[in-house]
């Protein structure tokens, strides 16, 4: 082989193996970069439209409480006393459209701005809902306000409504405590919460009513139909009217406490371009990188050939035995000139460059699989564990469904924060107490669950004993800004194969006990029993 030859064959070989390799990776890392981003960008608007539909009810649910707590006022019968409260609440709540109170026969005897007072409204909802108990009317109209409302000039204003009755001694409704809260909160939720995700890219939210109308979006949306599954909770790539795709989290309104809601749903968009973007400049750093890196290996051989020749076959060698998989294979320090040393130097830290980043996606995949908050596996982890110890047949496992008791007043009265402390705290404790080759996981929210695989040869976990200890130490309290507080745990138990042959049938009867101990008291533990099952089936 001649001089001219050796150096080709090395520049050629060199710039060939550099951008295979960069290409591979490239390949490799903005596919899984892509997957990951669309999956967090998916999962935020999921956990923006629930923000969103949460706020919503929570606001519902504390007027409602309002009203039905002002309408136990004795002294509210009296439509003086009623007008003096009315004038005070209208003045400190700049949300409140019209308040007013209305007699037996449905006259207006009190009312903010004097407005309808004296009107008959015996045949409107807020009355005659308002008589029977307590009342939470959907968006609506109201033309007999326009134009007199100060905060809504020129528009057909639009309401939610509360009442509840006024009653006597007895118990008779005597007349309605009604409210026509101003739709206008609302839309200040809406644009206080998309102010605080500037530079979310093509952000949009809305607010649905019960049937799937636009109650709050783009103004061209508004009392549409909105042109998605706006039914399935989650989130979605879709494809929306103007014929792009978008990353759509969707998220129910279910209510709060005694509140059953509306029926309102939440929605959250944004253009899958943002993913493609990223992952588009991620590809295009990395092809450049590798072009670079093969022009610059390429002159490098191509000018060293000449006294590299027998120092390269070792190189080569190694080379063709990593290539091969081989472990413990390294680039040869060799001697001979400097040129020839830097090179095999150079090819020493390619190498291991690539097995970092093999390292690091390895480490990327493990925090796939893990609870960022309680640092225990997740839900998915949990699922393919289940599916991979249990679907070859053979062996048997209990399975524990936990759920916190008390959460959620926490999370309402100390913030998210707290709760997320207590969480913690609760996932912390929960994995001090399993065996090694048992799993414990946070399936979401406050929900655990664990499996106890069963090994031939070894004894059943006694569940009972496990159960108490479980219970104990989620009850320690749990310090949060010098308070300390509590919470409980409902534990729901069933074991394959001895309750069902299928996993799906025994997660389902575990959920089934758990929720059977909440029914029974909470901060306990029930095993599922076909007793249990006849029961279900007797009340249905």
Known sequence: MNILGLRATVAITTAVLVLGLTFAKGLFVTSQAEHTLTREIGDSMTELARSLAGQLDQTMWARANQIAALAQIDSLKDPAVAQATIDELKRRDPTIAWMGVT???GDVVAASGGLLLGK???????HVEGMKGLFVGDVHEAVALKGKVPHLPGETPKFVDVSAALRDAGGTAVGAFAVHYSWDWARTTLRDLTASLKGREGLALY????DGSVLIGPDEAVGKPLPLDWKTEGWSIARW????????????GRGLYDYAGLGWTAVARQPIRVVEAETGRLRTTIIVAGAVLAALFSALGWFAAGRIARPLVAITEAAERIRRGENGVEIPNVGGSTEIGRLSAALRDLIESLTNKDAALMRLEDIAYEDRLTALPNRRYFEQYVEASTGGGGGAATMMYIDLDGFKPINDRLGHDAGDIVL?????RLATIFRDDDVVARLGGDEFAAVLPRQAGRPAPDTAELAARIIAAVNEPVSIGGEAVRVGCSIGIASW???????AVVIRRADEALYKAKRDGRNRAVRWTPVMAAADAAAE
């Open 103 to 105: 007699n037996r026969q």
């Open 120 to 126: 008959n409204i015996v045949t409107r909802p807020v």
């Open 207 to 210: 607010i649905l009513s019960a």
């Open 241 to 252: 009217g103007d014929g792009a795709t978008y990353l759509t989290g969707v998220a129910h």
């Open 424 to 428: 913690r705290q609760v996932g912390g």
């Open 497 to 503: 194969p001895e309750d069902s042959a299928e996993m």
